[in-house]
């Protein structure tokens, strides 16, 4: 099928709650990708962060293919290897207790606040299990999820909504404890503010929230659905803000491109949730658990110090561009945001687009590149140079 064949398509048949880019993606090898025209793009998107390991990858391929020809699922009602052996990996990886796996972000986030809220009910009663969420927040786009979300433009069309949140001022402690009362059991925030625009939150501020949750008994919920998995140069981004959540969920990177998600909770947590309490039929799919397992086994510390230094070189190189449009760059590690002035940001983004390069937009004014974490040095340059020649 061509290109107009496909949209024809898509147009005719599938709801249009998405705001697509004008090109049908065909095929992909390492960091770049094929349109159904031929046409090549460095890809500084991985699926929005999902695709760690790029495209094509052998290992990766090899093992969700071994793993469906052995067993292609099986219910959480049996033990299997696969989810063992991931957890394995991850739990010690991350300096937590135990894991739980489910399918997306969203989907891990709701598995965190229901532990949150669980915990907070063994200890404290039905009464206390408002959670704190922050403005510009993303966390998902379930009703729970999206009334966590501290973003309106989410919000419109779909009331009611659940009660038990309420948001605060990211980086601004006041606006945090103006919201703060008997009634509330925990905290939740992304480290690096992703959908919102990129924006890392301080860290004095991220060590003044994890303070006063051990001052409160609350619990620290962090949402790395995004910042997880190696992203930022860690496995985890709280590793480089010297706090450890109570609960952190994740997704995106994790199976490199199968949906997967789940949250890790430390010893406080460990045992809140019994047999009965949550579940999930998809949640930790064998395939999956084995693409992740792949995952798990690239992100050694040396590629995780190599996600560092090509996160900086992508930074510094990007801050050198003489540019009217480029209004500051922030990130960590293989997560960047490039603030856009005197143009749209979608209006740059086709312009990229055009000459071959693929991002996305976060926010109102930033582009968001999320390089597959595999990106080779040649693919970096090249994405580099189209940036320079595209936004002087
Ligand atoms: C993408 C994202 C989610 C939602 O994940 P889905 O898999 O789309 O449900 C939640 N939180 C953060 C921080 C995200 O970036």
Redesign the pocket.
């Known amino acids: 099928m061509d290109f107009a064949e496909i949209k024809a398509l898509d147009h005719r048949y599938v709801l249009q709650t998405y705001g697509r880019n004008d090109l049908a993606i065909d095929h992909g090898k390492g960091a770049t990708l094929y349109d159904t025209e031929g046409k090549a793009y460095i890809d500084f998107t991985a699926g929005?962060?999902v695709c760690s390991l790029g495209y094509a990858n052998e290992a990766w391929a090899r093992a969700i293919y071994d793993q469906a020809m052995k067993l292609g699922h099986i219910s959480n009602l049996f033990y299997a290897q696969p989810y063992a052996l991931l957890a394995s990996k991850l739990v010690p990886a991350a300096g937590m207790a135990g894991a739980f796996f489910s399918n997306?972000?969203?989907?891990?986030?709701e598995g965190m606040i229901k532990t949150a809220r669980k915990w907070s009910h063994d200890h404290y009663g039905p009464d206390r299990s408002t959670i704190i969420t922050l403005n510009r927040?993303?966390?998902?786009?379930?009703v729970t999820?999206l009334r966590a979300t501290g973003q309106d433009k989410y919000h419109k069309n779909f009331y009611p909504f659940p009660d038990g949140f309420r948001h605060a001022e990211a980086n601004d402690m006041d606006s945090l404890l103006s919201v703060a009362g008997d009634d509330v059991c925990a905290v939740m925030l992304?480290l690096i503010?992703?959908?919102g625009g990129v924006n890392p939150l301080n860290a004095d501020y991220v060590r003044q929230v994890a303070d006063l949750c051990a001052q409160r008994d609350w619990l620290l919920l962090i949402?790395?659905?995004?910042?997880g998995i190696g992203r930022t140069g860690t496995l985890f981004c709280y590793q480089q803000f010297g706090v450890t959540p109570d609960i952190v969920?994740f997704?995106?990177g994790i199976a490199g491109g199968l949906?997967f998600?789940g949250f890790l909770t430390g010893e406080k947590c460990r045992d809140t949730l019994r047999a009965g309490d949550h579940g999930s039929t998809f949640g930790g799919n064998p395939m999956a658990s084995a693409a992740g397992c792949v995952v798990m086994d690239t992100l050694t510390p040396d590629f995780l110090a190599g996600v560092r230094e090509k996160g900086e070189t992508l930074r510094r190189r990007i801050a050198a561009i003489p540019s009217p449009y480029i209004a500051g760059v922030r990130g960590m590690g293989l997560m960047v945001g490039v603030g856009i002035q005197n143009a749209a940001h979608t209006e740059l983004r086709d312009r990229l687009m055009a000459a071959g390069l693929l991002t996305t937009c976060a926010g109102p004014d930033t582009i968001r590149l999320l390089p597959p974490l595999v990106i080779t040095d040649e693919e970096l340059e090249r994405g580099i140079q189209i940036m320079e020649k595209t936004l002087q």
């Open positions: 929005i962060g997306s972000g969203a989907e891990a986030n927040s993303f966390h998902g786009r379930t999820t992304e503010q992703g959908e949402d790395e659905v995004q910042t969920s997704a995106k949906p998600g």
